[in-house]
């Protein structure tokens, strides 16, 4: 088993930044992909970026490209999004995920049901 623990997030303000990060632990997952996925209320799953084993190949969502990074250390356990310019559509509760093994481009699987591990989730909550 793997378990994953998020830190970071809480309340910013329009405009301002955070940053997540994601420990992984028990199995390792150096040779696995991971990814951000979050949820508001109301809404589905949604990926919000995914970062292969090496740390090179990455995805990102139409919607946060250009303000967020994530970054991995090659086969690295942890990995971290930087999220820039945030704003109210940003609010979200944010998951580390793993994605199962899969060779392809990083942005091929982007369902929650292409991820079998998962952490609890870390609040982020923009005001205006």
């Known amino acids: 088993q793997v378990q994953l623990v998020e830190s970071g997030g809480g309340l910013v303000q329009t405009g301002e930044s955070a940053r997540l990060s994601c420990r992984a632990s028990g199995r390792p997952v150096v040779s696995y992909a991971m990814g951000w996925f979050r949820q508001a209320p109301g809404k589905e799953r949604e990926l919000v970026a995914a970062?292969?084993?090496?740390?090179?190949?990455?995805y990102y969502a139409d919607s946060v490209k250009g303000r967020f990074t994530i970054a991995r250390a090659t086969g690295a356990s942890t990995i971290s999004l930087q999220m820039n310019s945030l704003n109210s559509e940003d609010t979200a509760v944010y998951f580390c995920?793993?994605?199962?093994?899969?060779?392809?481009?990083?942005?091929?699987?982007?369902?929650?049901?292409?991820?079998?591990?998962w952490g609890q989730g870390t609040q982020v909550t923009v005001s205006t």
């Open positions: 995920a793993v994605r199962r093994p899969f060779v392809g481009d990083i942005g091929a699987l982007r369902s929650p049901n292409d991820y079998i591990y």
């Open positions: 970062i292969n084993w090496s740390g090179i190949g990455t």
